[in-house]
């Protein structure tokens, strides 16, 4: 409109606080993610794993229904660490292929079609940028992994008792970490490859491929130096040695006993690649890019 008009006026409509603008991102990511039957689909097979847990639970207590389907209660899973380790190895499998089908695209489209510029040239950082990002994937697989292994817990507890669920307080604590740990590694992994790599065929296959390549690094460090600390390169054996420090099972990758040294390797080695996943970001994610 002409400006000699005077019937512009600026926006009078509410403002977004500082602290939520990364929000903005994913509250419209999800329109086009929700958009695709296949993966509603997907999200909703991404229950039934709890749901049969709480059903199991529910048994557990209820001598009437046990009667009825006649279930003997030897033959039904005991509520423990290792009950809790099975749901969780599920849903993080289930997490994982939620990561590829909506991971690749969240900053290769931006940086396909010149989009940064429009995101930054706002009172939007980086930061601001990154975390919306990856708050796509934070929050809906913080739906499927600690959010219902807490309320199987608490589901636990309120049947059990709080004897129970004083006892048992580090299952409750180690569902919360080591989902946060796949989450993390999996927001960070996802738009770090995503950034690099504007192929969506590709980005998926290179995340299929960190994992398969970690692995084949850490067994052929183990046959070269005849040890088994080259499983601290391997992405899936650096979780699984979190997993049984946290499930307060027996180191399954073999290394040392001291269980102390192992686990703070496997921390250490994952803080590696979180920040090196930071640092790629940091070089790809910007309003502009010189091309020599």
């Not at 794993?49 to 557990?60: E, F, G, K, R």
């Not at 299952?171 to 080591?178: G, P, S």
């Not at 027996?250 to 250490?268: E, K």
């Amino acid at each position: 409109m002409a400006v000699y008009e005077h019937t512009y006026k600026p926006y009078a409509g509410p403002l977004t606080t500082e602290w939520a603008r990364f929000l903005v991102i994913p509250r419209h990511a999800y329109r086009d993610v929700y958009r695709s039957k296949l993966f509603v689909a997907f999200f909703a097979l991404c229950f039934v794993c709890p749901l049969v847990m709480a059903i199991l639970i529910y048994l557990h207590h209820n001598l009437t229904a046990m009667a009825v389907f006649q279930i003997n209660l030897r033959d039904l899973a005991p509520i423990n660490g290792t009950f809790f380790r099975i749901f969780m190895g599920f849903q993080t499998g289930l997490a994982f292929i939620l990561t590829v089908l909506i991971g690749p695209p969240l900053i290769s489209r931006d940086l396909a079609n010149n989009a940064l510029p429009l995101y930054l040239c706002r009172p939007f950082s980086r930061a601001e940028y990154v975390l919306g990002k990856m708050s796509v994937l934070l929050i809906l697989i913080s739906a499927i992994t600690w959010v219902p292994g807490e309320l199987l817990f608490f589901f636990q507890s309120y049947l059990e008792g709080a004897s129970w669920a004083a006892s048992n307080f580090w299952i409750a604590a180690a569902v919360f970490i080591l989902s946060w740990v796949w989450i993390i590694l999996l927001a960070l992994l996802s738009v770090t490859i995503s950034a690099w790599v504007k192929w969506r065929v590709a980005a998926s296959a290179a995340l299929f491929g960190i994992f398969i390549i970690s692995n084949a690094v850490g067994f052929m460090v183990n046959g070269v130096l005849q040890t088994r600390w080259g499983h601290l390169f391997n992405l899936f054996w650096i979780l699984r040695t979190i997993e049984d420090s946290l499930f307060r099972d027996a180191n399954s990758a073999g290394l040392p006993s001291w269980m102390v040294l192992s686990t703070s390797a496997a921390w250490a080695a994952f803080t590696v690649i979180c920040a090196g996943c930071l640092f790629l970001l940091t070089r790809k994610v910007r309003a502009y890019e010189v091309v020599r």
